[in-house]
């Protein structure tokens, strides 16, 4: 079982995946700017959240498709 485990690891160790956080944290501080600039912080936030769960599922998406 243990060497299932490691064999698993190393696999994942190789492949190179790419991180949509990235994308999340930026377009959530950019939508307060935004929210700010137009006296509306929350609703800033709250559109940079979606913008950067899309733009994350994106991501993902063209990356999984990559990976096979």
């Known amino acids: 079982m243990r060497a299932l485990v490691c064999q698993s690891r190393a696999d994942m160790a190789s492949k190179s995946t790419k991180a949509g956080g990235c994308f999340l944290s930026i377009c959530i501080l950019?939508?307060?700017?935004?929210?700010?600039?137009?006296?509306?912080?929350?609703?800033?936030?709250?559109?940079?959240t979606g913008v950067g769960?899309?733009?994350a599922l994106l991501l993902w998406l063209i990356d999984r498709k990559r990976e096979n």
Do not use: Q
């Open 30 to 48: 950019g939508g307060f700017a935004v929210g700010l600039a137009i006296r509306d912080p929350m609703k800033g936030v709250l559109i940079g």
């Open 53 to 55: 769960v899309l733009l």
